[in-house]
């Protein structure tokens, strides 16, 4: 991957900037307007969402350790699912909403239009309600990308109810542990996810999770492939069967801005994920927002968003952040390279997409095909480019605006977190020129510091690097980790104390503009997904063959980073071909298959510190095979243990 950093610059074109929401001119006066009067300026954004209770205050944040508390609108209420398709069916009941495009090209896409949206969702709730879900409680939603999935977040907020997406690719160990975190009452499944043209048995999955769970958790299946199941009556419920019979109306309830819409799951650098919880009101003013402004989507465009809604990208930018906006926002079931390296600009054409938003990891794949597969397509209605996820490379980059936008559409690099809602820095058509892997700008509202790691202290200037943080808070903000606040406190606001710490780092370059240089942290991102090395690491030991592992990323062509383990084994076992290929499967099976390693290295010892501590610098360095510059070793309790790795670098070359 070609990692060196390309700043050409790159203008947006006159038909653009005519056509852009903010202008180069309106972004400054916004951005200041922003910074100096922020509840005047959040109080009129809010303006975007219907309110049920108008709020009178505006923010209540206090970001000192201890005490850190957020939020947003607190006194008004209002209810997501109402203002995501009710107050849309005057106007536009006959619009689609979701185009859904199904795995299998030879299968009809539908065209889901807001009125039977609105009649699903209500049917969906019904369902859902009948199986004793009311206000506050949790759902956990395991399902392929169907519609289905989209009226099961809107049944959940129409209720009231918290739901809890797990992405359809996690193991039932990883379900189950979901389950538990948030004591669901419900999870919602699916008989088959058909998937690149392969099946992956969801319900079964369940059944596995739902053996590790209380009794009492219902389990409520949506007919997809009509593959068999099991079924135990009961606990089992027949979506498609009771949606038939259920009432197409449901009386949204009134929720507070500050009532909890959904808990995410997301890795951190320690441990076991956590539950990133996102409220009401600030979340859903925040991604209708940079729905509308970062892709400069406008009344009638078509709008695809290519990210799973197990991921946070899928639940602000293919479901809330779209239909708050009245938006027709395309759902896609399949995978970039199924039937062929074509389908994404096949999707593209037929349903004549205005903005895409899809991942560095899947751009790359596609540019190693060849640009004939794009080339067959007609994309002349293309007009917004997003990325998001990791950092892009500016071969990517370029191919991306070369290749598919034709040199005249705007590539929006946006960089956010699970944790922050919606889009935190990137450039916007029309208002800002882009360079090759920079999120250059940030959003209204958001005022990022580069910090020095060691002090702590802001470093002024442009030409400069260090950890990015934020200094205030926004919207969109998370508000806490589920069950656990203190945790909360300790991730995001203990080490540089007073701010946000987003666990990336970042370079502000010479003309101010913003480039993320990746996480600080023990946490990789592979193909986009954010992992914990800890996670993996805790797997893999969790194996009787394994007394210790050490997990770092590696610099990988198509997935950005890939999955690097140091094992060492119990002193009775022996590495063998056939180990290592059990070990693989069971860190599949532990987490799933995005954990799966990309290379195993036997390792006799582990780098320790005298105390005991793991020298993760030096086993990155031996992964990127960059032996040169290992820094000091002489702290090592037994420096030898590194000569032997060296020596025996899996996967030399
Ligand atoms: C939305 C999402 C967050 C982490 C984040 C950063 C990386 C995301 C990026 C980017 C460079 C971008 N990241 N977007 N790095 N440029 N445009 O991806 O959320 O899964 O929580 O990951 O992803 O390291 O901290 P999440």
């Known amino acids: 991957m070609t990692q060196e950093r390309d700043s050409t610059t790159y203008a947006p074109s006159a038909e653009t900037v005519a056509r852009a929401h903010v202008t180069a001119a309106q972004y400054d006066e916004m951005y200041a307007a922003s910074m100096q009067d922020p509840e005047g300026f959040w109080a009129k954004q809010a303006e975007r969402i219907d309110w049920i209770k108008p709020f009178s205050q505006v923010k209540d ?89 989209a009226y099961a ?241 500016p071969e990517a980059w370029n191919w991306y605006n070369d290749v598919v936008g034709k040199g005249k559409c705007p590539i929006v690099d946006t960089w956010w977190q699970t944790e922050t809602g919606g889009h935190l820095m990137t450039p916007l058509p029309g208002a800002h020129a882009t360079k090759p892997g920079a999120a250059m700008k940030p959003f209204f509202g958001i005022a990022p510091v580069v910090l020095d790691p060691q002090t702590g202290v802001e470093i002024e200037g442009n030409g400069v690097e260090g950890v990015l943080c934020i200094k205030d808070s926004w919207p969109g903000q998370m508000r806490t980790v589920w069950g656990d606040h203190e945790r909360f406190e300790k991730t995001y606001f203990s080490d540089y104390k007073g701010y946000y710490f987003t666990g990336d780092g970042c370079r502000r370059d010479e003309d101010g503009d913003y480039w993320i240089t990746g996480r600080v942290d023990d946490v990789i991102n592979v193909s986009g997904h954010r992992m914990g090395t800890a996670e993996v690491e805790s797997a893999l030991v969790a194996h009787a063959a394994v007394a210790e592992a050490a997990v770092v990323g590696y610099p990988h062509e198509i997935k950005g980073q890939g999955i690097y383990c140091y094992v060492t084994l119990m002193n009775d076992r022996e590495p063998s071909d056939e180990l290592m290929k059990e070990l693989r499967t069971w860190v599949r099976t532990e987490i799933g298959p995005i954990a799966s390693p990309d290379v195993i290295q036997w390792a006799p010892g582990l780098p320790k510190t005298r105390s005991g501590k793991i020298m993760r610098r030096i086993l990155r360095k031996i992964a990127e095979n960059d032996f040169g510059s290992l820094g000091d070793t002489s702290t090592l309790a037994d420096p030898s243990v590194v000569d032997d790795l060296i020596e025996n670098r899996a996967n030399k070359g």
């Open 153 to 393: 977040m809107l049944a959940c907020a129409r209720i009231g109810a918290i739901h809890s997406i797990v992405f359809a690719g996690f193991s039932p160990d990883a379900l189950a542990a979901r389950i538990n975190g948030c004591d669901a009452k419900v999870i919602i499944t699916a008989d088959e996810a058909p998937r690149g043209g392969r099946k992956t048995p969801l319900k079964s999955n369940a059944d596995a999770a739902l053996l590790h769970t209380k009794d009492t958790v219902k389990c409520l299946v949506v007919k997809r492939t009509g593959g068999q199941t099991t079924w135990i009556d009961g606990r089992d419920h027949d979506y498609n069967a009771l949606a038939a019979e259920a009432s197409d109306s449901f009386e949204p309830a009134e929720m507070n801005a500050e009532d909890p819409l959904f808990i995410l799951y997301t890795s951190g650098s320690t441990g076991q994920p956590k539950g990133v919880v996102h409220t009401t009101g600030g979340y859903l003013t925040y991604a209708a927002m940079t729905h509308e402004i970062t892709f400069d989507y406008h009344d009638g465009d078509i709008y695809w968003c290519t990210a799973d809604v197990g991921w946070v990208t899928g639940h602000s930018y293919i479901v809330y952040g779209p239909l708050a906006n009245g938006a027709t926002t395309l759902m896609f079931e399949g995978v970039p390279t199924y039937p062929d390296a074509g389908r994404f600009w096949e999707v593209c054409a037929k349903h004549k997409v205005n903005q895409f938003y899809t991942a560095p990891t899947a751009i790359r794949a596609l540019m190693g095909q060849g640009p004939e597969w794009v080339e067959k397509h007609d994309l002349s209605d293309l007009r917004t480019l997003g990325t998001v996820g990791e950092p892009i490379n």
């Open 61 to 149: 944040v206090n970001y000192d350790f201890g005490n850190v508390s957020i939020k947003w609108f607190a006194d008004g209420s209002l209810n997501v699912a109402a203002n995501c398709i009710d107050r849309h069916l005057a106007t536009r009941g006959d619009q689609p909403a979701i185009i859904w495009e199904p795995d299998d090209p030879q299968d009809a896409a539908q065209h889901i239009t807001y009125s039977e949206l609105h009649g699903s969702v209500c049917r969906m709730a019904n369902v859902l309600q009948s199986m004793g879900v009311g206000k506050g409680d949790r759902v956990v939603i395991y399902l392929p990308m169907i519609p289905e999935a």
